[in-house]
């Protein structure tokens, strides 16, 4: 374990405002939020993709955001909330909540923004994925 900063929030060496905990993830308010109430939920498990934790893992991880986010949009009064999976600037994946005022529904404003592809381009990326999919 890298002892990353998620991971010395939730051993509680690092002060955070935490909205939710369980076993296996935590949910907290981020220190550094692009909107107001945005907020964090990290597995306890300090894995940098999102896409190696386990089933069970992953499966709760949505499940508890999505509860979140609802109480997040009561809350606040939100739009909606939206949400981005990260794990790159902070070794750690977490999902990122962006609860969305009413008056500012352009998350891509706040994002950053990138440039339209061409369609040729694009299906021949599709045809990539498509071709090692696997259920």
Do not use: W
């Amino acid at each position: 374990m890298t002892n990353s900063i998620f991971s010395k929030i939730i051993a509680r060496e690092v002060p955070a405002h935490f909205i939710y905990e369980d076993d296996i993830c935590v949910a907290i308010l981020d220190k550094f939020p692009t909107v107001s109430g945005q907020s964090l939920v990290i597995p306890k498990k300090e894995l940098d993709y999102a896409f190696d934790l386990d089933d069970e893992t992953y499966l709760h991880l949505f499940t508890v955001a999505k509860k979140i986010a609802r109480a997040s949009d009561l809350a606040l009064q939100t739009a909606r909330t939206c949400l981005v999976v990260e794990g790159f600037e902070v070794p750690h994946t977490h999902i990122k909540l962006y609860p969305m005022p009413k008056d500012n529904h352009d998350l891509g404003s706040l994002l950053s923004g990138g440039k339209m592809a061409d369609d040729e381009t694009l299906a021949a990326i599709a045809e990539k994925i498509k071709s090692t999919l696997a259920f």
